[in-house]
C-alpha cells in the first residue's frame, strides 16, 4: 500500500516514513500543504497522514478541497490540537480519523490499516440531492439556494431521507433511525414528512405508495 506523509515536522515525517516502510508501506513524504494537495489530487495512494497546521495549505483546507474534487482517499489528521472542538472540525470537513501528537506509532498503523480496509466511498461534507444542500456540521439547509430554517427534528429526518436518496427509505426504518424508539407510532413519520416538505418543497420528497419516502431534491 502507498501512503502520503504530508507533515512541515521534518524529523516526525522521516521517523514515520521509516516506520512505515518498516511495515511494509511504500511512503511519499511533503512538507507544506499546497505541495501535499497536488500530491494527494493526482497520486495513487491508499491512504494520507496529514497533520494540520502546515505552512501554504492548513490540513483542513486540504481536506476539504479534495473532497471537493471527490478525492476519496482515506485521510487522518495529525495535530497537536486535542480540544474536542479540533477534533470535531477536522472530520467535519471529510477527515477520516484524527489523531493526537505526541502518538503512539502502534497505534497510528492500526488506523491507517483500519482506514484502508473501508472502501473509499463519496462522504461528502455537505449533503446535495438535487436542488437541496444540507451542511450536517452547521445545520444549515438550502433549498433551491435559499437557506430553510428546519427544526432539529425535521433536520434528521432530512438528513437521513438524503444519506439514503438511492433508495426509497420505509416509514418503521425512520422511526427508528430519526426517533430512536420513543414510542411514536410511524403517523408521526408522515406528519414531519409533511413539516419538512412545505418548508423545501413538496417535490423534494417524494411518496412511493406502500413503501415509504425517497428524496429527489
Do not use: C
Request: proline share 3%; aromatic share 6%.
Amino acid at each position: 500500500m502507498r501512503i502520503l506523509v504530508v507533515d512541515d515536522e521534518r524529523t516526525l515525517a522521516r521517523s514515520i516514513q521509516r516506520g512505515l516502510v518498516a511495515e511494509g508501506f511504500a511512503v511519499d513524504l511533503e512538507h507544506d500543504g499546497t505541495a501535499g494537495y497536488e500530491r494527494a489530487r493526482w497520486g495513487d495512494y491508499d491512504a494520507i497522514v496529514l497533520d494540520i497546521m502546515l505552512p501554504g495549505r492548513n490540513g483542513y483546507d486540504v481536506v476539504t478541497a479534495l473532497r471537493a474534487e471527490d478525492v476519496w482517499t482515506p485521510v487522518l489528521l495529525l495535530s497537536a490540537k486535542d480540544g474536542e472542538h479540533d477534533v470535531a472540525d477536522g472530520l467535519d470537513v471529510g477527515a477520516d480519523d484524527y489523531l493526537t501528537k505526541p502518538f503512539s506509532f502502534v497505534v497510528l498503523v492500526a488506523r491507517i490499516r483500519a482506514m484502508v480496509r473501508r472502501p473509499a466511498t463519496p462522504r461528502p461534507a455537505v449533503l446535495a440531492v438535487g436542488a437541496l444542500e444540507l451542511d450536517p456540521s452547521t445545520r444549515q439547509v438550502r433549498a433551491g439556494g435559499l437557506a430553510v430554517d428546519l427544526t432539529v427534528r425535521e433536520l434528521a429526518l432530512l438528513e437521513y431521507l438524503m444519506r439514503h436518496h438511492e433508495r426509497v427509505v420505509g416509514k418503521v426504518e425512520l422511526l427508528d433511525h430519526v426517533w430512536d424508539g420513543e414510542g411514536e407510532d410511524v403517523n408521526v413519520v408522515e406528519q414531519y414528512v409533511g413539516y419538512v416538505r412545505r418548508k423545501v418543497g413538496r417535490a423534494a420528497i417524494v411518496t412511493v405508495r406502500g413503501a415509504g419516502y425517497r428524496a429527489v431534491g
